[in-house]
């Protein structure tokens, strides 16, 4: 049985095949046998990238005893992900074998009986610090804060004693990251597949790549599924700033999560047929302005359920200390029907070129001075809100007057990105929070 095993072992593809039953595409076999020290990957979605990599993962640590794998993402609920992949296929295995392979298995590390270990981390370099790693995945790398510090730093040394293999996976995003150079350097094996690449592998269809031509904005297409770099250029925040703004370690409350005591803002932008409503909780921290909550209601929802949920909302969490919410095209009603539900400290904005401008430069200026933290919110399909891809969705002009034009590509939605800047507006304009931190003047009219 050694022998047999041992032969397996040799092959990932083989391996694969006797022990889960899965038969890789042409791809994603290449991307399983490459043996090199260096490997980027840009995958299409839907192309199998999180199988592929759990797999890989699972291999290395069965056939390199002794060994450490990690598994490194913007946040811990993206690197578990991949956790749960590998969990989930481990699960597969019959008895005998998991008993033969399998120490100890936790929701972030599995422990194999060859001394070898997967352990699943959020990118924190105060929390990667101390390993020494053999095999490093970094998934959805381009949206690495601090990127240089992080892999120059610190996953570059851990794995200089060992000679280890570094993975670096993630859909394109901005030009001035790592991500980006180790996609144009050299001495990176690199695995590029598109979305034709995937239809033609069989697992997806192609009147489902044309569906989504028709749904996203063609910058975000070509980046989810051509895999390719897009430049912002006319962005109100871009790519960069907004993954400077990303933490690690804040993750989105839930409805039914519960919250210390604190100060929080909320932001609501109110929408129906074409436009969705959308609700945004900022809760301030000294001088950080921290995004803990995010709800997009499906189009038609009723203004009254929008209203009760922030009801619900300031009820269960009790420090929501003020709302502002746009009004524009629904009315002053809107505020007073609010105010009847029993929700405290609303305002009403009405949208007008100047306040968009003012709440929109206060957003920018808070998120360039690193005040404002935002969680990487992982998507599972193209209907997730990926909050990085809203935040960024929001386009600007000069006009000939002075002031500055908000736009949004066709096919994407500004919804999120007006929630976000209300509830930032809030935060540094509304009196009942001005004198809990000192903001400045910014935003202040002369």
Partial sequence: ???????????????????????????????????????????????????????????????????????????????????DRVQDFLATLPQKWRNLFIERQQRTVVRFRNGSRIVALPNSPQLLRGYTAHQV?????????????????????????????LIVSSTP?????????????EEFSKHTITCQDVVKAGLIKQNFIEEMKTQLPDERFQREFNAEFVEDVDAWLTQSLIVSCIDSQLE????????????????????????????????????SLRLIHLHRFPLKTEYASVIGYVKSLQDRWKTIRTVYADITGVGEYIVEDMTKSGITNVTGITFTVANKEEMATILREKMRALEVKIPYTPT???????????????????????????????????????????????????????GLVDFGNLGEKK
């Fill in 380 to 434: 599972q399909t193209v209907h997730d809100i990926d909050l990085t891809a809203e935040l960024n969705a929001e386009k600007y002009e000069l006009m000939k007057t002075g002031h500055i034009r908000f736009t949004h590509s066709e096919g994407s939605h500004d919804d999120v990105f007006w929630a976000t800047a209300l509830a930032v507006y809030a935060a540094v304009k509304h009196p009942v929070l001005r």
């Fill in 252 to 287: 989105p409350l839930d409805f039914h999560d519960s919250i210390s005591q604190s100060d929080l803002c909320a932001g609501v932008d109110f929408g129906k047929h074409q436009d969705y409503s959308v609700i945004v909780i900022i809760q301030r921290v000294e001088k």
């Fill in 137 to 165: 995945i970094c998934d959805e790398a381009a949206f690495f804060r601090q990127d240089e510090l992080v892999f120059y730093n610190v996953l570059y040394p851990m794995l200089a004693t060992t000679d280890g293999a």
């Fill in 1 to 83: 049985m050694e022998t047999v095993l041992s032969k397996v072992l040799s092959d990932p593809v083989l391996f694969s095949e006797t022990f889960f039953n899965f038969h890789p595409t042409e791809y994603q076999a290449k991307l399983l046998r490459d043996n090199g020290k260096r490997i980027v990957v840009r995958w299409s979605r839907q192309a199998g990238k999180t199988t592929s990599i759990a797999l890989r993962a699972i291999w290395y640590a069965l056939s390199h005893p002794k060994t450490l794998t990690l598994i490194v993402a913007p946040s811990l609920r993206q690197s578990m992900i991949i956790s």
């Fill in 173 to 185: 995003w901005s030009k001035d990251s790592v991500f980006y150079r180790m996609s144009m350097a």
